[in-house]
């Protein structure tokens, strides 16, 4: 796929491995609707500097996990740039690191409720308005060992790959999907200490950056010959 001239939309765009791809997708020409749930400031701030690549770029809140607010946000969407080419389910939350019998009822619901249920939600919005396109899912190492959060977050990010599985099957040829599975990633979310530790399991001696990650999702999205695939990048952590 050219990416100059279309238009995405990243959910929890603004910061992080969300900005790092909004960046990415603005500097390749894309135009980007740019999701968050809860700092638009920040959302503005990554919209204001893919716009500095002379695209468009909007901000457009919405908890992925609420359908109603996901609905609003797309027809947001659509009413400003006409259409949806692609679309990077990116929004996630960690939860607390929990043992599986420390997992209540609100820890599963609600990481599963933005990191799976949210992924779906968004997805089948934009369906209504993609007739060709483009489906990337940021998903984790931890949906396949496990990780080392919980059970909460594994299953979600393991959902994902399935799901990521079961779209490609049912939308092809029109609309590709394909997930991105990140092993530890160098954002505000991990401190220092958790960083140095994760760095000593890597083959590289490093933990990804957010560019790397935005990286592959633009090589997804520009090779028209993969669908139903699962890319890992984790610094060889994981060898499957």
Same mark, same amino acid.
């Given at each position: 796929?050219?990416?100059?001239?279309?238009?995405?939309?990243? #959910?929890?765009?603004?910061?992080?491995?969300?900005?790092?791809?909004?960046?990415?997708?603005?500097?390749?020409?894309?135009?980007?609707?740019?999701?968050?749930?809860?700092?638009? +400031?920040?959302?503005?701030?990554?919209?204001?500097?893919?716009r500095s690549y002379g695209?468009?770029?909007?901000?457009? %809140?919405?908890?992925?996990?609420?359908?109603?607010?996901?609905?609003?946000?797309?027809?947001?969407?659509?009413?400003?740039? &006409?259409?949806?080419?692609?679309?990077? @389910?990116?929004?996630?939350?960690?939860?607390?690191?929990?043992?599986?019998?420390?997992?209540?009822?609100?820890?599963?619901?609600?990481?599963? &409720?933005?990191?799976?249920?949210?992924?779906?939600?968004?997805?089948? +919005?934009?369906?209504?308005?993609? %007739?060709?396109?483009?489906?990337?899912?940021?998903?984790?190492?931890?949906?396949?060992?496990?990780? #080392?959060?919980?059970?909460?977050?594994?299953?979600?990010?393991?959902?994902?790959?399935?799901?990521?599985? @079961?779209?490609?099957?049912?939308?092809?040829?029109?609309?590709?999907?394909?997930?991105?599975?990140?092993?530890?990633?160098?954002?505000?979310?991990? @401190?220092?200490?958790? %960083?140095k530790r994760l760095r000593?399991?890597?083959?590289?001696?490093?933990?990804?950056?957010?560019? +790397?990650?935005?990286?592959?999702?633009?090589?997804?999205?520009?090779?028209?010959?993969?669908?139903? +695939?699962?890319?890992?990048?984790?610094?060889?952590?994981?060898?499957?």
């Amino acid at each position: 796929m050219e990416l100059t001239g279309k238009v995405a939309l990243v #959910t929890g765009g603004g910061r992080g491995i969300g900005r790092a791809i909004s960046l990415a997708l603005a500097e390749k020409g894309a135009n980007v609707a740019v999701n968050y749930a809860h700092s638009r +400031e920040k959302a503005e701030e990554t919209a204001e500097l893919c716009r500095s690549y002379g695209v468009d770029a909007i901000a457009v %809140k919405a908890d992925v996990s609420n359908r109603e607010e996901v609905r609003r946000m797309v027809e947001e969407v659509i009413n400003h740039f &006409g259409r949806i080419d692609i679309l990077v @389910n990116n929004a996630g939350i960690l939860g607390k690191a929990l043992k599986p019998m420390e997992v209540t009822d609100e820890d599963w619901d609600a990481v599963l &409720g933005v990191n799976l249920k949210g992924a779906f939600i968004v997805t089948q +919005e934009v369906l209504k308005y993609m %007739k060709k396109g483009k489906i990337v899912n940021i998903a984790s190492i931890a949906g396949k060992d496990g990780g #080392t959060v919980g059970p909460h977050y594994a299953a979600s990010k393991g959902g994902l790959i399935a799901l990521t599985f @079961n779209l490609a099957r049912h939308l092809a040829p029109d609309i590709l999907v394909n997930a991105v599975a990140p092993g530890p990633v160098d954002t505000e979310l991990i @401190n220092p200490e958790i %960083k140095k530790r994760l760095r000593s399991l890597s083959l590289t001696g490093e933990i990804a950056k957010p560019e +790397e990650i935005a990286h592959t999702v633009i090589f997804l999205l520009e090779n028209d010959h993969i669908t139903g +695939e699962v890319i890992d990048v984790n610094g060889g952590r994981l060898m499957d």
